[in-house]
């Protein structure tokens, strides 16, 4: 996986206190992410965790409530030509016009993009067998995916933005969608944001993690790095939060033993961990679940900034 | 834009002028034995010398064959006409993106959505105004001879002569326009901006229409009885064209034949207006509405 510099070069995307309000509901509030240049990010989140709200503030479809976005240090003002053209998209269940031909669907995304590049669209068709002369509707839905993502990325953006792009594909074309995105992003230097809720298809693609439940970022950085800091413990049923070392994730009391996945680093677990006590790296599944279950009502107070694990006990811990 | 507006309208574009060849032919073989009848009955010639007077006989066998089809069948048919053009072009504009989800890809391209509507309606608009240009010419020259017997002023030929044809298609195209954008389903979107179409469009015809300017009266003499125009010649007034409102003893009330074209841009202009509210109501809301989800 790749290394990112946290500091240095400008981040492919930043969002600065981001908040959407439909009516008197916040859809998504207070979101401050980073994703660095080249990361292939995944955002993970339950259905209604305001994903698509942000993705929809990212791209330009719909304008903020409050705070802002910036994609590769320039400002974007939702629905302006410049903001659409540096953000490719492929919207949740790639919506594509269903009785064009491939060839329209591409004449399409030229008449409607100026820095659009047809011979790289023509080339993904031939190499992934589509042909140009069939309709829409006539595609496989891994085709259509693939003709989604095509026209993302014919478009010519520094940022492409992926919305459930693989939730309605089959496990194979699943594979070979991400294999897809993962080979392009290598070839030509592309930031990938992929939203997705279903959390295996992603491990092994994506270097960079954003959770988000509720409307608020739970935890964002670099995949590694947040694997690093969480720690999954067993100890004795009694022993409570308090006496662990660092910030409880997810508990799961069983008879004698309880599992808890905590938020620590190496000198806090060295330093409070007893005899007896058992303790092992969390899996990505295991990292996402664990934050995916605890209560939605959490304030971005508990979202530490990447790699800044907070050693200690705390006694916010959450039990479940 | 363009060829992205003619390829997805571009179905209803082949309708449309299906529809002008239906009416072209069936308004061919009707106006060739109307023709050939008006002709035959030296009713030009009459018309001429005595605005029809000399020959009661000949226009009243004229109207008894052609009256109730021209008049009255085909009026009634072509009432709807426009609305119907108008609402199946306008309702699926927007509301079809929505339905299908299609938004999210129209609307992410490198184009602001305010300008791909804005492009969008300006073509359509064209294409409707061609398509309303292209009726009137032929539904005028259908009507010809029976218009030299009834003038251009009664509603069977005013309604489909002039520009308020093609202000009817785009009033209707207007109204479902705004409604597939707020009601979001195309086939709900045209009964939504039909009815109030229709509402305003007979309360114009038969409230408003009459007053437009204030009328003109003058006395006449009817001991021989007075017409109103359709089927009876002379009208009360003498001369044909004139739109007679009302006959009190020997007092006419009327709007004289010249006033046509001003009565045409009138309500014309009516329903001009209503579409630019509209369509001008649609960009607005597209732009600034926040979220198409739900």
């Known amino acids: 996986m790749t290394q990112h510099d946290a500091g240095g070069s400008v981040p492919a995307l930043r969002t600065d206190r981001l908040g959407r309000r439909y009516g008197k509901v916040w859809g998504l509030r207070d979101c401050t992410l980073e994703v660095p240049a080249g990361a292939v990010a995944a955002l993970v989140g339950p259905n209604g965790a305001g994903k698509t709200t942000l993705l929809e503030m990212i791209i330009g479809l719909l304008e903020p409530t409050e705070g802002q976005v910036s994609v590769f240090g320039q400002a974007s003002r939702a629905g302006t030509a410049e903001a659409l053209a540096r953000v490719g998209y492929v919207a949740q269940d790639h919506p594509l016009y269903r009785d064009f031909t491939v060839a329209e669907m591409l004449h399409f995304g030229r008449a409607m993009n100026p820095s659009w590049d047809q011979g790289l669209a023509q080339a993904r068709m031939d190499a992934l067998g589509i042909p140009l002369n069939r309709k829409i509707r006539r595609l496989s839905g891994g085709q259509q995916a693939q003709v989604s993502l095509t026209m993302a990325l014919a478009k010519h953006a520094p940022l492409l933005v992926l919305d459930e792009p693989v939730s309605s594909l089959d496990p194979v074309a699943r594979l070979e969608f991400m294999r897809d995105v993962m080979a392009t992003a290598a070839d030509h230097a592309l930031t990938f944001l992929i939203s997705s809720h279903v959390v295996s298809e992603l491990e092994r693609f994506c270097d960079w993690l954003i959770i988000l439940t509720g409307g608020h970022v739970q935890l964002a950085g670099p995949a590694d790095d947040l694997l690093a800091a969480h720690r999954l413990l067993t100890v004795p049923r009694a022993t409570p939060d308090a006496e662990l070392p660092g910030r409880t994730i997810h508990r799961t009391d069983s008879d004698r033993h309880s599992t808890v996945l905590v938020r620590t680093d190496p000198v806090a677990l060295a330093v409070h961990s007893r005899s007896g006590w058992q303790d092992g790296p969390v899996s990505f599944e295991q990292l996402v679940m664990a934050y995916l279950q605890r209560p939605s009502t959490a304030t971005t107070s508990d979202n530490p900034g990447p790699a800044a694990a907070r050693p200690g006990p705390s006694t916010k811990a959450v039990t479940r | ?294």
């Open chain 2, 1 to 294: 834009m363009i060829w992205v507006s003619w390829r997805q309208h571009r179905g209803q574009a082949i309708a449309c002028l299906g529809l002008l060849v239906a009416l072209t032919v069936y308004a061919v073989i009707e106006s060739t034995s109307m023709r050939s009848a008006f002709s035959h009955d030296g009713l030009a010639a009459c018309l001429a010398r005595s605005q029809g007077t000399a020959c009661p006989t000949g226009v009243q066998a004229f109207m008894n064959e052609f009256g109730s089809a021209i008049n009255i069948a085909f009026w009634s048919v072509a009432l709807i006409v426009p609305g119907v053009i108008g609402v199946l072009v306008g309702a699926p504009l927007i509301a079809r993106e929505l339905e299908f989800g299609t938004w999210r890809l129209a609307w992410s391209q490198s184009v602001p959505r305010a300008r791909w509507l804005a492009v969008k309606l300006a073509l359509v608009t064209g294409g409707l105004i061609v398509l309303g240009a292209a009726m009137t010419a032929v539904i005028t020259w259908y009507r010809a001879p029976m218009d030299q017997l009834t003038g251009h002023f009664q509603h069977n030929a005013y309604d489909y002569e002039g520009l308020v044809l093609t202000a009817y298609i785009l009033g209707a195209f207007g109204f479902a326009v705004l409604a597939g954008l707020l009601i979001r389903r195309s086939i709900s979107a045209m009964v939504a901006a039909f009815i109030p179409w229709l509402a305003i469009r007979l309360v114009v015809e038969f409230v408003f229409r009459d007053h437009f300017l204030a009328p003109l009266t003058t006395t006449v003499n009817c001991t021989q009885g007075c017409g109103y125009g359709v089927g009876f010649v002379p009208q009360a007034t003498g001369r044909v064209g004139d739109l007679v409102l009302s006959i009190n003893r020997n007092i006419v009330t009327y709007q004289p034949a010249d006033r046509f074209w001003t009565f045409q841009f009138i309500e014309a202009g009516i329903f001009v207006a209503l579409t630019a509210a509209a369509l001008g109501a649609t960009i607005w809301l597209l732009h600034q509405r926040a979220t198409w989800t739900n």
